[in-house]
Every structure is written in C-alpha cells, then in structure tokens.
C-alpha cells in the first residue's frame, strides 16, 4: 500500500468512528462529535461509547466491533490505559487510519507513559494502523468537509491549498482563527503531538503529493531523527515549497518542550541551516508565515530579484525599500523608456525613479494606471511592490486599476498594501484577490512576503539548474 | 506666549477658517470641509473662498478679512502661488494657526519652491504664526472632534491617549486604519509635511505638556537638525514615553525622502543610537509601533525584567518565552510557595516551573486561575505573558479569569494572547481590554510588546536615580 493511500483513509475518510463520544460537556468526547457534525462531513459517523444509545440523533455503537460496516478513521478521545485494548479492536475491525486525542503517554514523563506509547507504537506497526497523536487536537481537511479534532470552529477557516503540519496543537489554534481574520484558504490542519508512528517527514511526503495541497506549512519545536525529515523535505520542496517556522530559539525551555510533545529541542541553529539545505523557506513569526504560505500559494514567482517599489505615499515606499534591500533584493534601475514614460506621466515634484512616488499623483487613476503599465512592462522589473492608502480624494483608485493590478497581465507578482478606514475598498480588495493579487496590512509584511517569492524563485532556479 | 498656547490654537481652536474651501470632489478644499464636517467639531466653521454662496450649508466668505470673528485656526488649501498672500491676510487677521495643505514648496526640489517655503517661514515667523506644513494632509484631534485634513476618515479612529508625530502623511493613512482594526485610541495625528516652522521638537515639546497626550508615537525618515529634535526628546521622556519608527534604513530612497519631505534622511544607524541615548523606544515596524504605544498607555509598567509565561498551549508559550530572551528579558525562577502550589494544582505531566504549560489542564479554569493567582502573587515575578488559545472546551475560561488577570490586582503588567474564531470571545476580550489588559492577536507581538514595557521601566528608573 503507497503511503498515499494509507494516509487517505485519515484525510479523506468514508466513515468515521469516534470512540469515546460523549455528551457530557466536560469530555472531550463531547466535542469531537460536534466538530465532526458541524464540518458537514458526507460520510458515514460511527458514535461508539459502552452505554449510550444515542447523540446528536446518531446510533451508538457500544464498541468499534459491533459498527456494522467498514470504518476508516477512527477518532479515539477515552482515557489512556484503554487505548492498547481499543486500538487491538480496531486492527480487528481493519480500520487503518487513527487520530489520538488522548494524551498520557510520552509527554507524561512518567514509565507508565512512555511504555504505553511504545505499546501502541508497536501494535500500529504490526496492524499498519497510522496514528496521529497521541496527545494531538486531532486533524482537519477542509476539502472533506472533514474536522476530526476536538475544535469545532477549525471548520470556520476559509477553505483553500495552504497546509498546516504542527507539532503543537496549540499552534494550530493560532494559525486557523489568524487564517480566518486575514481570509487565507487552508487545507489540511495536522496536529501531530507525540508522534508515536507518524511524523513530520511522513505528513510531508504524503502532502507533496496531495492535489489539495500547494503550500505546506510547518511548525517545528525539535524532534529526534530529523535527519529523515529533512531528507524527505529536500524532495518534497522540489515540488511545492515548504515554509517553516521553528520554536524554542533559547535554552530556557527546552524542557517545556520535552514535556509538551515528548521530545528534547534539538539547537535552534542546525533546524535554521537544515531548512536552507533542503529548500525549505524560514519564518520569524506566525504571522509571517501565514503570510508567506498565502503569497506562494496565489501568486506568480518572480523570475528575479528585481523590483519595482511604487507607492502613492513616499513614507510607506521607503519603508517597503527598506525591508527589500535588508534582505538583498535589488530596487531596479528601469529600463530608459520606462523612465521617459514616467517623467510625462507624474511632474518633476515627485521621485521618478524606483522607488517611484506617485505622491504628487495620489488621486489621479489615469496617472497612477500609466506608471503600473509602464513599470509592470519594464524587462527590468521581476516583481512590484504597490502601496496605496485610502483618502477621500482616492476612492475610486483601487477599482480603477483592478485589472492593471492582476499578476496575470505580465506574469509578475503584484505584492500590495492598501490601508483603508473599516468598510472602505472591502469590494474592491476582495476582486483583487481574487485575481492573484496580494494584499497585507502593512508595508513591512508585503515587502517580506515579497522577499520570500524571490527567495523560492531562487530554489526553484536552482533545482533546474544540471 | 507658551508653546502650549500657541499650538492650542491649532489643536484646540474655537473657529477655524477654510481657505480654498470647495464644492469640487477634485479639490481638496472639497475633502477638507467634509472632514471638518464629520468630525462634528463644535466651534465655528468659515468655508472661504471668492465666488461660491454657500457649502454644506454654511455661509462662503470671500476672504478670510471679511469673516465677522476672530479665527483660530486657518486650513489652507489653495495653490502654492496664492500661499504668500493668503498668508498675509491671515496675519492681518490675527491667526496663530495654520494647516497648510498646499504642496510644491522644498519638496518640489525647484528654486521657486524653496524660496516660496523660506517666504512663508519668514512670514511666518514674523507674524507669530505656526503652520503645520506645507505639504501636509494635516492635522487631527480626535478630543476636539477636529479634523483639519484632507481625509474625513480619520474621525473614525478610537480617542485615546496615544498621539502620533509624523514626517509622512502617507504614514498616518497607515497606522489610523490599523488603529480602528485594533482598536487603539489615539489623540493626536500630525503630519509635518515640509516643516516650514513647526518641526519635531516643537510637537514633542507640545505634546509632553498635553493632558489628552500619554504616549507619543513618532514616525521619521531624516531630518535637518536632528539634535534639537533629540534634545527635547531626552527631556520629554522624563515625562511620557516616546516610541519611534525610522525609516529610511537603506541608501537607495535617501532621494526618495528628500523628495517627499525636502530634506535628506540622515545615516540610519546614528538615529537609532540617538534614539537609545534620548530615552526613546525604537519600533522595527508599523505593527509594533502600534503594539508597544498601546501597551505603554494602558498597562503598569514591571517593576523589573522578570516574566512569567503561562500558556495553555506549549507551543506558543514557547515562542513567547523565545522573544523575551532573546531581547534580555529573564524567564525567572518562581519561588518556592509559588511552586508548591503550582504542584498541587498541574498534573506531573505539565511543565510546572517557568515557562508554566498549563496543557493538561487548558479546560479547567479553576485550576487556570489556581495558577494565575499564585504566578501573580510572586514577588519574583514583574509581569505575567499569558496564552490562551479557543478551544470549544474552554469556552467559559476568558469569561471565568477576567478579574485576576486585571493588571490592577497585582500591579503587574498582563499582556496576552488569546486567539479565537470569528466572533468568539469578543464581548470578553472588550472586558479585559477595558480592565488593563492588553492583547494581541500573536504570541510573538504578545512578547514583544512586553519587552518595550521592561525598556520603558529602565528607562524610568534611570532617570531616578540621582
């Protein structure tokens, strides 16, 4: 069986047990079996709980064995000491796929603990049963409709191909509600927790492959063998890039670490030097690489690291030249004919040349549109930089250059910043968006966003390189 | 006359005139009556301009000679040419104050119009008129309901106490909308524009006197007399704090700035020192600038550098743990009661010293206030970083913890994180903030904030200190 395939019936399930369901408030249970109901999932759902007859209006099953028909996923919230003799039904049943809620074993530190795990470890290995966790919040697939996770509002995230692989659940609660407010469609929400036989350098592979998926994200404390992880993940980013963000810079928690998934924080400066060799592409915050995630999974690749920074405000253009020359890519000089254009275009008042400040223009759409078309048009511009903020007198601006703005008109990335008042330009962003461009809170966040387009059109250039 | 009286006049008029007041969306005088208008200023309005009737229902006066009182405050808004003349009048009339929208003065970079600027600023100076400009979108004082600018929209800004200084307006389009997202109440906007004879200095100077005023925000890309700026800074920090954005890092936008505000930006590095030395806190973006102004006005400052990080989610209480040393703050050892307690609440299986996971007990609030309450009460602690993420499980807990993690109750600093789907714990959220809590959307921002209230504590100590 192909990994694919064992890892489907995880991901995208026909049926799912939930062993453990309850209706008590207090048990987690409880509130698996809503995430499972709110997610709208199509498939079959199996409550399985010893004495209950009924929850949500669903047949209980008073064990995995008496469920009448296949089962593929098997969500598992009771107490540890169970879990040997529940997953021993479950290899009896044929069920393949996993998620351990419950948590208890290696993280607990204590003998019982880490022999439980290795218990069970042992029995998935013998019944090619895959688990996720234990000690996980479970697993989300928004293209299945398909919330296998004890949060019910991970469902709420918009759906879209950006992939989350996370060693904390924690962090996963993080990522999906900013993924919400910033409106950043998501995949899959993988909470891998103690990692007793599946971990990052499986959930990769399996990934790399999934149509639903054209950004992987990773949340990484330290883990033992990450040597096969990297591997896997220098092959995996020949094919889709992986964006990685790395906890646990200082020595103070290694231990909280340790405790929380199990393992000892390996130093934070291999990860960052490991991540370079295998192409993966480093974060410094979570917003970061949310944001990062986002523009490679919706925009064109610059074909280099020359850049046009255009702003109708010279203040918030210096600032995005800033951060794109801090991290070493090059404001261009444009080409003579675009410069001519430039100069009819915007009076002698304003910086003409990159970066250009349309300031003297700010509420002129005409003039605006022919600086883009001439600059977009440029050889020497690989990708643009565009910051406009709202006034009065510029309202109609945004929609007036809706269509100059779509990367697809040169097939160059256009990384934008329009700062607006509540409830203005809501329409018009969304249209942007929706055609390729985009569009972040602040100059600082597109112009790092755009520095990591450069940074993956850099790996990619040099996987096809002989 | 006191500083304080002179820049009343403009931040706190009783009349204020429009000169090139207008019924034309293309012209600003349209914009800037309309801001004037919705900001539902209370004190006299006078539209003028020398044929028009009437605009927005008020009475047009041909010049400002010809209005029947006194006029505290001129907006002007005509074109460069007309500036020194319309000047002139204002001095005939008694004005003190002027926001002077106009453009093409030093920052046309042409002999006309530096010597227009050197004109008027001898004017100026000669009448005992301040202008805030040229160049300038304007002015904002949202505890005066007064809008003295180009864009209406900044009356939909939060009042509060933070006021902003700025060298670019492009960056008050900026920071006002983020502010609205985040909720941040501001005072003060002002954007320098060309700084005929009101530059940085004086605006600190005013504002360090300004009872709406308890934290000053500054935005600069380089100026002309710099150690004037730095002198009173060092002055003003003894009474507020200043927090600072440079922009203008690298070579390539020096003619950027000099062409958006007439002046060269200085070298980068010695701004950032004089920075330090003036007992300014420096930002490294837009965001944080925000973040720490709002911090520093609202929350106690610790009485030392020692945090205590509680996280109901590892990961995250990881990364807040990472910022926090790595800006020199210290993870501090709980004293022994402190530990003991936090023994008898947390299972063996949380890491129970600091960084405190509180994971397997992230649904109890009973035990997440045992916990808070004994943390707090520590004399070895100085202020608490705190994460909590929604999980459909811990619904009550916001709810549950609000009055201990009241800043009050301990005099210690809170600063949290608690990220929750769309329209989950909103009204809670409301609550803390009100209370003296503040909270950020990621963990990282969360810590970071927290570093500059440490900064801002030693600097206040140092200054102490005989």
Redesign the interface.
């Known amino acids: 069986m192909s990994g694919s395939a064992e890892f489907n019936s995880i991901f995208y399930p026909n049926s799912v047990a939930v062993i453990g369901a309850s209706t008590d408030?207090?048990k987690?249970g409880?509130?698996c079996m809503?995430s499972l109901m709110v997610s709208q999932f199509e498939g079959k759902i199996y409550p399985v709980h010893p004495s209950l007859p009924e929850i949500r209006g669903l047949q209980v099953y008073p064990s995995i064995k008496s469920v009448p028909d296949k089962v593929d996923l098997a969500i598992i919230c009771v107490r540890s000491s169970l879990v040997p003799s529940i997953l021993n039904e479950c290899a009896g049943k044929g069920v393949k796929g996993v998620v351990l809620i419950t948590?208890?074993f290696k993280?607990?530190?204590?003998e019982v603990?880490t022999q439980l795990q290795d218990q069970i470890a042992a029995m998935a290995n013998r019944a090619n049963i895959r688990i996720i966790g234990p000690n996980t919040?479970g697993i989300v697939n928004l293209h299945a409709n398909l919330n296998a996770s004890?949060?019910?509002?991970f469902s709420?995230t918009p759906k879209g191909n950006i992939s989350l692989v996370?060693?904390?659940?924690?962090?996963c609660?993080?990522i999906?509600?900013?993924a919400?407010?910033e409106g950043v469609g998501m995949s899959k929400i993988i909470g891998l927790g103690n990692r007793c036989n599946v971990d990052f350098a499986d959930m990769l592979d399996y990934l790399a492959d999934d149509p639903d998926t054209k950004v992987i994200m990773i949340?990484i404390?330290g883990i033992d063998g990450a040597r096969r992880m990297f591997d896997v993940a220098a092959e995996v980013t020949r094919k889709k890039p992986i964006v990685a963000l790395k906890?646990?810079?200082?020595?103070?928690?290694d231990?909280?670490?340790?405790?929380?998934?199990g393992s000892l924080?390996g130093q934070h400066e291999i990860y960052i030097a490991a991540f370079e060799q295998a192409g993966i592409i480093g974060a410094n915050?979570?917003?970061e690489l949310l944001d990062i995630a986002n523009a490679l999974a919706v925009c064109p690749l610059p074909k280099g690291k020359k850049v046009a920074v255009l702003?109708?405000?010279?203040?918030?253009?210096?600032?995005m030249?800033?951060v794109c020359?801090?991290h070493g890519l090059v404001?261009s000089r444009l080409c003579g004919q675009t410069t001519k254009r430039i100069e009819e275009l915007l009076p002698?008042?304003?910086?003409r040349?990159?970066?250009i400040?349309m300031?003297?223009a700010w509420?002129d759409s005409e003039i605006i549109k022919g600086v883009i078309e001439a600059v977009s048009a440029d050889d020497n511009v690989d990708s643009l930089l565009f910051?406009t903020?709202?006034?009065?007198?510029n309202k109609p601006l945004l929609k007036d250059i809706t269509t100059l703005l779509q990367s697809s008109v040169h097939q160059k990335p256009v990384v934008c910043?329009f700062?607006?008042?509540?409830g203005?330009w809501i329409e018009e962003k969304r249209q942007l968006v929706e055609s390729g461009v985009t569009i972040y809170?602040?100059?600082?966040?597109a112009a790092k966003v755009l520095v990591s387009l450069v940074k993956r059109s850099q790996i990619v250039s040099s996987l096809e390189q002989p």
């Open positions: 408030f207090n987690l409880y509130h809503a948590a208890g993280e607990a530190k204590t603990g919040f004890f949060t019910p509002e709420l996370s060693q904390s659940g924690g962090f609660h993080l999906a509600p900013l919400m407010e949340y404390e906890a646990g810079k200082f020595g103070a928690k231990d909280a670490a340790y405790f929380h998934t924080a915050s979570s917003t702003s109708s405000q010279a203040g918030p253009g210096i600032t030249s800033d020359e801090q404001i002698p008042l304003s910086m040349s990159n970066p400040d300031g003297p509420y910051y903020a709202y006034a009065s007198a910043c700062p607006s008042p509540k203005i809170a602040t100059p600082e966040r």
